[in-house]
């Protein structure tokens, strides 16, 4: 595995106590992904590297196109052999490259029950949070500005935003077809390969560029492997991103993002101002 060095930055607000901070305190530590399920067939066929790659990158215009989706996401990490998954779900409108998440958090490693699950908004620029915690209160919403995140909230909201999973792949620096699966019971094909966040933010659209030129910046090495499983149509039915990076030793991470329910309405709702949380945040 590719390891991806992390660098942390001064000023941006909130960047070490999102939803993935929470987890890391629980668990002292955060995360190993698996390795892939590799259920494309023993011996997949050769193919066109060309026609692969090609396939890969066009999956974030497909979805545009394609309008919404229902999404489940779950996010993988471990250190010193402790595991832990955060599971998230809700819907993205690929269109207006909005979203909604709801995030639910393990529990700790005493056996404390999860922290209440996070309502996330995504935004082109923004991640909005509810249900924060420490000390933010119930009925106020942390916003951040995911360009300043050195991540590009790829990891830090505790699941990666959908559109943002997309958009990644238009970086795609080499890509295999690995045989046809199914997920969810659709038929689909399973690719394999890597993609280089710097690429991909040159390529992506003005509403993601922001956030992968920042994750291009605080990453040393943008090389992520990736597995992307598309249908009959080209859509992005399943992606796993694999990122590695350094805080307080190596941290390994697999972010999964299903897709499935295309079409379905999706209506977000930003919080106003006077509800958005202006104080200080517990780490």
């Excluded at 939803?19 to 259920?39: E, I, K, N, Q």
């Excluded at 309502?119 to 249900?131: R, S």
Aim: hydrophobic share 40%.
């Amino acid at each position: 595995m590719v390891v991806h060095q992390h660098r942390r930055r001064r000023g941006h607000p909130g960047g070490a106590v999102l939803a993935f901070g929470l987890a890391l305190a629980a668990l002292g530590g955060c995360g190993r992904a698996d390795a892939g399920d590799g259920r494309g067939g023993a011996d997949p066929p050769p193919a066109d590297a060309a026609k692969a790659v090609a396939a890969v990158r066009g999956a974030a215009d497909v979805l545009a196109r394609t309008g919404s989706a229902q999404a489940r996401t779950a996010m993988e990490m471990a250190t010193g052999g402790t595991r832990v998954t955060i599971h998230g779900e809700g819907g993205v409108d690929f269109t207006h490259r909005m979203g909604q998440l709801l995030v639910m958090l393990p529990a700790d490693v005493t056996g404390k029950p999860g922290h209440r699950p996070i309502t996330e908004l995504l935004a082109p620029g923004a991640l909005y949070m509810k249900n924060r915690g420490a000390g933010v209160p119930d009925d106020k919403w942390v916003r951040v500005d995911t360009t300043t995140l050195a991540d590009g909230n790829l990891v830090t909201g505790g699941a990666t935003d959908p559109m943002t999973a997309a958009e990644l792949l238009r970086g795609v620096e080499q890509a295999v077809y690995v045989g046809k699966t199914e997920v969810a019971g659709v038929a689909v094909r399973h690719y394999r390969g890597t993609t280089d966040i710097g690429r991909a933010a040159q390529s992506a659209s003005p509403e993601v560029k922001g956030a992968l030129e920042a994750a291009a910046k605080g990453f040393s090495k943008d090389t992520v492997p990736f597995d992307v499983y598309l249908d009959e149509e080209g859509r992005l039915r399943k992606v796993r991103h694999r990122f590695s990076y350094v805080n307080n030793g190596v941290i390994d991470v697999s972010s999964t993002t299903l897709l499935y329910g295309f079409g379905t309405p999706v209506r977000v709702v930003l919080p106003a101002n006077g509800d958005i949380y202006a104080g200080r945040i517990a780490e």
